[in-house]
């Protein structure tokens, strides 16, 4: 009686073992199929940004025909203000399209687009210079919500200068994938505020911008900063490869 009683806990210990490892098994491919449907939701988005540019650009290519002869027609009138006034016109059509920039990560494309394009809707000046890196070791919720932060904080201070202008860069430096938002302001913001503590009324919600993208970088043993130089505000992260 003994005997079988041994024997029926080391079966339920060996059946209990098992099922550990196929829920460890479960979880890790639960969490696989989570980062699969997070890319083909981002390719899908990106594919509708390229197709809604390209439509732009089609449509302002068959009208630049019609565009040239009103030009043209003003000039043979000598009413060089229309003609000025008419190229202006065309040349804030052009300004509205902007390139789709490919970075070979479709979820760092999707966010970096849709944020610069955000930017400019709002009258800020954008550049980016951008390498192509996986950011492999990150999860892409994590991912996702990191440079997100960083690129709505800095859209949020932009909208109180008066020559706005915003400056991603995404490059691999010594062993890290770094992310650089450059945000131009007028004063400096961390004498007025060194803890970045948000003014918002909201507190808890803005707050959580900064408190996040710290949290995020540390879990994944990396490192983030923030300080001023040349007129910038800078928020940098560095996580490692």
Do not use: W
């Not at 691999?172 to 007028?186: A, F, L, P, Q």
Request: charged share 30%; glycine share 4%; hydrophobic share 40%.
């Amino acid at each position: 009686m003994i005997g079988k009683r041994k024997d029926l806990e080391k079966t339920y210990e060996e059946l209990l073992k098992k099922y550990d490892e196929l829920f460890a098994q479960y979880s890790e491919l639960n969490l696989e199929l989570g980062e699969i449907k997070v890319n083909t939701d981002n390719i899908e988005k990106q594919e509708e940004e390229i197709h809604a540019l390209h439509e732009s650009m089609r449509s302002l290519k068959h009208d630049m025909k019609n565009h040239l002869m009103v030009t043209l027609s003003y000039l043979n009138d000598n009413d060089v203000d229309a003609a000025k006034s008419y190229i202006s016109q065309i040349l804030n059509k052009l300004n509205a399209i902007h390139s789709y920039i490919e970075t070979g990560n479709s979820l760092l494309n999707h966010i970096l687009n849709e944020k610069l394009n955000a930017a400019r809707e709002s009258g800020i000046d954008v550049k980016a210079e951008v390498e192509n890196l996986a950011f492999e070791k990150m999860e892409a919720i994590d991912f996702s919500a990191l440079f997100s932060n960083m690129m709505d904080n800095a859209i949020e201070a932009s909208l109180s200068e008066d020559n706005p202008e915003i400056i991603v860069k995404v490059a691999k430096v010594r062993g890290y994938e770094t992310i650089v938002v450059k945000n131009r302001v007028s004063h400096s913001v961390l004498a007025a505020n060194p803890e970045l503590a948000t003014t918002k009324e909201d507190a808890n919600e803005h707050g959580r911008g900064v408190a996040q993208i710290k949290s995020i970088t540390e879990k994944y043993s990396g490192m983030c900063d923030f300080y001023e130089e040349d007129g910038y505000f800078v928020c940098s992260a560095f996580i490692p490869v």
